[in-house]
């Protein structure tokens, strides 16, 4: 293997926490673009007050958590999480919704910003759902204020 070749290589990172240990957990997961740059904007505005839990698009397709709800349900099992918030962005937003049909008692909400056509591809599930736009994207605070909102008991 040529050094230009291993450059390009990416291995997993671990997932990883940032915020209040104590607080409510809330899970970042983004598109199929995934790129951690997706959620910077937000972050800040939530570390204050939750546990939040990124896993960035090399862990995710490691995991195969970006298709797969049993492997997402794998990693909230292997995290020890439950009663989370998930922020789910395009594919992700029907793995969560998947995911929390299998196993509801992981999730308090679904936090879904751009999750298909109109969202209407999504399962049913008992847990609630908020839906948010792709340009919602661009406000990280709105989208804080409506995950700290949907987390409050």
Not at 17 to 32: E, K, M, N, Q, T
Not at 112 to 141: N, T, Y
Request: no cysteine; glycine share 8%.
């Amino acid at each position: 293997m040529t050094s230009a070749t291993v450059a390009h290589v990416r291995r997993p990172r671990p997932v990883r926490f940032l915020g209040r240990p104590a607080g409510r957990p809330v899970l970042l997961l983004s598109g199929p673009e995934g790129r951690p740059e997706t959620w910077r904007g937000l972050i800040p505005h939530l570390t204050a007050d939750h546990l939040v839990v990124l896993a960035d698009q090399a862990e995710d397709a490691h995991l195969g958590v970006h298709e797969d709800p049993g492997a997402l349900l794998g990693l909230l099992h292997r995290l020890d999480l439950t009663d989370i918030v998930l922020v789910a962005h395009a594919a992700h937003a029907r793995t969560g919704a998947l995911a929390a049909q299998q196993d509801p008692s992981r999730f308090r909400v679904l936090v879904l910003v751009s999750p298909g056509v109109d969202g209407r591809d999504l399962p049913p599930v008992s847990v609630p759902i908020l839906r948010l736009e792709r340009h919602d994207l661009l406000d990280p605070a709105r989208i804080a204020q409506e995950v700290r909102r949907s987390a409050t008991p």
